[in-house]
């Protein structure tokens, strides 16, 4: 499996960010000579065509339909800086009590009481709420799934890139990251860049429109928002800590 655990759920979340392609930039998107036949005004929410398959190389990666069906009701905002719900306190406090596990009785007490807030900001949800209640928040620190918790790299960026990011795209560009990640997440080590390759092309088609991807690759392209996120020391706890603060920090 492409996924290994590094140490709990955090180091799973920081490693699968790096591997679906946190330490190198994001190909350029490629409309394919097949393009034609996605509808790029659907939303996959609302019921979009679905293709019978992203890609499926011996039965490991995911119907692109499955995958992203598991995004409807999610409905996060756009990913937004500097919101000011978190003090480096409650970010280390997170930090080490939840590292073990995200049903721990030590993170369930670290995700409540004073550090409630601060838990919607990197999780969407505070000890005791449902996914549901995350509804129309911004798009969190952590965003995990059936597939797994994991880094949300795109939306530290689209975050940090602000007015470059036109409005209504970033929850948009944030889902078409999910995408990729839930369509590869089964995927052998091998079948990685295939995959990804084939996801990017066709959530893309999906979710996000042309203006919203061409701003984004624009981003990407500078590198700095994304140097910014990662931060220079590469530790899990370091770089979820980078993500936290940027996000849910002080203005």
Request: proline share 8%; with cysteine.
């Amino acid at each position: 499996m492409a996924v290994v655990a590094v140490g709990g759920w955090l180091g799973a979340a920081i490693c699968v960010a790096c591997g679906q392609d946190a330490g190198t930039e994001v190909p350029a998107f490629d409309a394919g000579p097949d393009a034609a036949t996605f509808d790029a005004t659907s939303d996959a929410r609302r019921g979009p065509p679905k293709p019978d398959a992203c890609f499926d190389p011996g039965g490991y990666c995911m119907d692109l339909g499955a995958a992203c069906g598991h995004l409807e009701g999610l409905g996060f905002g756009a990913p937004a800086r500097a919101q000011g719900r978190c003090t480096k306190a409650q970010i280390d406090a997170i930090d080490a009590d939840c590292w073990n596990g995200f049903d721990t009785p030590a993170c369930t007490a670290a995700r409540a009481g004073a550090n409630a807030e601060c838990s919607r900001c990197i999780f969407g949800t505070s000890a005791g709420e449902s996914p549901a209640d995350a509804r129309g928040r911004p798009s969190p620190v952590v965003l995990t799934s059936q597939f797994g918790p994991r880094l949300n790299d795109w939306g530290c960026e689209i975050a940090l890139a602000g007015e470059t990011i036109p409005p209504g795209c970033g929850a948009a560009l944030v889902d078409q990251r999910d995408c990729i990640f839930a369509v590869c997440a089964q995927c052998e080590e091998g079948d990685q860049p295939a995959c990804r390759s084939m996801a990017e092309r066709r959530c893309a088609e999906i979710l996000a429109p042309a203006p919203c991807r061409d701003a984004f690759a624009s981003v990407q392209a500078d590198g700095t928002f994304r140097r910014a996120c990662m931060g220079v020391d590469p530790s899990p706890s370091a770089r979820f800590a980078s993500f936290a603060t940027l996000l849910c920090g002080a203005p």
